[in-house]
């Protein structure tokens, strides 16, 4: 008789991704008696496929980068020691699960399981009180909206909870947007019952009659487990809330794509029909929402906090700092060891989140882009500052959605800026003239600069107009799109002038000012950089032809001596310069 | 609900409840300016144009949807909110296009309206073409028959075959009601201006000073008026029984023109400054310039040679027998073809090649068909008299070098290719220089110098023409005397001259365009060949004066401006991009970058939609689906690349009933009908 109880395997977005599917079907096949479950994301990304034995002593082990074949299967059912995974204890030390107690741990489609697990507790306990009640907790709270703008919950319910209206609608944000923010679609695709259960407290307490989540098409997996989620809860007649004679209509729209359906008017105007565009406020949509109902939008991690807060509202309190309470869901991507997500309270150091949960090397990080293209960079010397939404305002950055993009030494901070800029041009909802236009001439300005036909009033220039673009766009889109390159000015202005006046890129990423040079010194003859090259740009004396050269870093990265290397345009041993 | 009392620019506004800034702005008197706004359709706050700062919070806010709140401070007119507005408009301007102005308007250097005297030609009125022409050219007879056609070098009927013959429109306009029109003149004001200098840049300051109300007198040192239309181009490419006509409506308009009186002889600058309440200085350039080799004063000074043929009235002069014209300008093509005229054996010598000669093509093309030799890369080294009277004119071959500050490719001598010419005439026509007139300060080539913005030279003396500009062309020298006379009104009116910069937002030169960006209004443009002159007999062309072709007739005239494909914009005057980019003085290239392309969509018959110049306001998709209840239009992609299209881009349904609702909403011309007024 084996000693598990139970097999559990993440197979949410990350853990499919990286061969979950497999992993489970084997799992299955050799199981035997042992019951197999599908579980979430416990935000180790890092490591997935990751598969958790239940042991009947009531213990659980971890295997990590879980392989599909059979041996490695059985090993595992064996309780092998190899591939065993804990928790390093300098980010267990950091981390406080409370939003994501449950993700990864529980099945997300098994309301039963949500429920022995807690779950619906704290609906019942706010049911339990007047509506007004409820607001006033999650007032207490400090909760503040986890989407981005930080406005606090409680308030924002108060108005709609004020409101008398035939209908009155509460929208859950679920279309993440930010490239690199991942936690939404984590916490839908791990904890759905959460997430309902706090739109359910909100429905209570607001009043509201009508329930929508606008998810993005691009998280099926998040829309499926939602939607078993809204079944199982209208099937358990949770969704007729106390004192209401009708139940609630509870429905998930998907989105189709549009970065700016995350504002809150346009994805009103989206759920009508309409083309997502924001329109001026006021009316706020508290006042005239969705077709002209009363209307309050909470992003998921939001909800997801709901219950957590409902739980003990003057713990939730006490959690984070001051103006922040709580905890905050952070996604972390980009040059670092450990990319995943990570639960921390309010007020965490940003260097402790990168350095002691992602596990970047010391010194081996530049900055880190906060709030996604909406956001801005934070130099590394500033990486003591706490993360809560008034510091990093202060830096010129934003904490938005909680998207941590680590950006690495040997990264470009123009090029960071570029790409930014690149995304939100195409995702402009083309309405406003600031936005539309104004992001695009930013862009091509940091297209001709990252392609070295910069020149330094460029610098002013990309300053004077970002700065015009945040006073003279509508939404929080076009107000926040000129961050990245305004960020990167103010910290890494020094990258921008060697580009525009000295004409080179200093970690030599941009194409148009760098040459691949080859070290004769370190060089050991063995050819392989002349063998992979793919056209042929390495001569049969190991001089590169920069010209040729398209700078596709297979040489380099060929190279197992570390004899070739980009160089700063120009210069580098007896190599060929470029054009 | 009670009125709302805010600031807007210090001045306390009232606003009924409801009411926008802007509205609430326009009821006080301050007009803020907006595009994506028309008061009909829902608010949209797309163009931003109208915003207006919020004193306490320091924001922006579109004035066209904001409302006032109780005591809120409003700031719409200071410099901070103008700088938002101009980038706004200039960020619009940067997506747009659409030919403000046709490109031939904007190559004439006098602006004349070219697109519309076409038209009115081609509709057969050339009573109307000829008003519009004396808008701007003043001496359309003349003009008609020597322009070098600026506009025709830029006219995009050169991209799917030749220009339009557009100064065919002027000469035959001219030609059929030149003699009875008659401006409507208004009474004289009293105030008098000398205008020193008889030719095309004095006639046109008078002519426009006389319409005006200004009653100007020409000194002219010459026996008759008219200067190098006179004295310099010949009988058989202007015909001065033409040029007699053209004058003579001026002494009809009441203008005074005094012969045979010399600046610094008969008159001084001093005494007509003292006497008139202004002075136009337009006295030409009339110095030959020198070939600078030995042997220089035995060959004639080209343009002193034409002024001796014009005196004996052409055909009273004699043979010059075997020739040599110098110089590769216009001024050698003449005497060279004078002289062959006169029976002479003629052959140019030119330091460069064609490619470089500084004379029309045409003339070029003319002069060789005429029997007209070239020596290319053939410089002069001296001249020699013989004891027979014949000249020797030693040469030398040269060949191009490098790019000179002209741009054009310097001749180098080659070693040892030196031989003679031997001749009986040598005319140097190597170029002419301004002799400014005593008095006058010159600038560093020897030109008056009179103020780029207004032609001022100094107090109430201004000065137009070639003694501005050096040798140039008629139309320029017509252009710079209606600037010099319009400018000395506003001195003499003691107003400051402001000239209004000629707004133009172009969809770039032909020779950057392909006929897929031409933008037809007319489905039934004709694609016909040119219309050609008939030109008289070779024959004749090579032994008598006569003018080189007829005027072309009316109906092939206007069978030519059905060529015309009307470039310029449909909404011209009514663009409120334009009008508002001109208030807050944004240029078209503020700001330069991507621009969208779109083929403008002709499907519909009576409507043209050219997405270029849509700036996305969303007017036209509001009027139709709020007002007309047709939601016709829609917009479509996003970003940067956002457009306003039709139902899967198929044009407007046979359901659209054509009422033009979003046509006279648009703003900017890109929803309009296909027909020009």
Redesign the interface.
Known sequence: MSEIKRIKVGTASCGLAAGAGAVLENFKRLAGDIPVAEVGCIGHCYCEPIVELELKDGTNIFYSSVKADDASVQAILALTENGRFTIPAERAAIEKLYVTRLAGRIDPKDIEEYKANGGFESLKKATAVTPAEVVEWVKKSGLRGRGGAGFSTGMKWSFLAAKTAEEKILICNADEGDPGAFMDRSMMESVPFQVLEGMLIGAYATGATKLFIYCRAEYPLAIKHLQIGIDAICKAGLNLLPGREKPLDIMIKEGAG?F?CGEETAMIASLEGQ?G?P??R?PFPTDKGWNGYPTAINNVETYANIPVVIADPDAFAALGTEKSTGTKIFALAGDLKNPGLAEVPMGVTLGDIVYKIGGAAPGSVKAVQTGGPSGGCIPADKFDVKMDYDSLKELGAIIGSGGLIVIGNDRCMVETARYFLDFT??????????C??????MF?TLERIVAGKGQESDIDFLED?GN?IK????CALGQTAPGPALSTIRYFRHEYEAHVRDGYCPVNQCNALSDVALDPAKCVKCKLCIKNCPVGAISDDFKIDNSKCTRCNTCIDTCAKKAIARVKKGTGYDSTPGK | MSEIKFILDGKTVTAAPGETIMQAARKAGVEIPGLCTNGKVSRTTSCFVCVVKDKKTGRFLPSCSACPAEGQEVESETAEVAEMRRTALGLLLSEHTGDCEAPCTMACPAHAKVEEYVRAGRKGDFKEALRIIKERIPLPMSIGRVCPRFCEKDCRKNITGKAVSINDFKRLAADLYYDEYMEDLPELNGKKVAVIGGGPAGLSASYYLRLQGYAPTIYERMPQAGGMLRYGIPQFRLPKEILDREIAHYLAMGIEINCNVELGKDITLEQLSADFDSVIVCVGSWSPSAMRIEGEEYAEQGIRWLEGLAHAKWTNCKNPGRTVVVGGGNTAMDCARNALRLGGDVTVVYRRTQNEMPAEQLEVHEAMEEGVKFEFLTAPLSLRKNVDGSLSLACQKMELGEPDASGRRSPVPVEGSDFTFEVDTVIAAIGQRTKAPAGIEADKRGNVAAARENLQVSGNIFAAGDCVSGPATVVEAVAGGRKAALAAIDFMEGREHVEAPLFNVSRGHWRSLCKEDLVYIRDNVSEDDRVQPEYISMEKRKTTFEELFPTIPAEKIQAEGERCIECSCTSKGECKLKKFSEKYAVKPDMFTGKKQIHAADTRHPYIIHDRMKCVKCGICVKTCGEIINKNLLAFMKRGFNTSVGTSFNQGFPSYCKDCGACINECPVGALDWREKK
């Open positions: 549009a700016v083309r565009q329109r001026f006021p041009h195409r995702e402009s909802c083309g309405k406003c003239t600031f539309r236009v104004g992001t695009m001439r091509e107009l015009k006073k003279g766009s509508l």
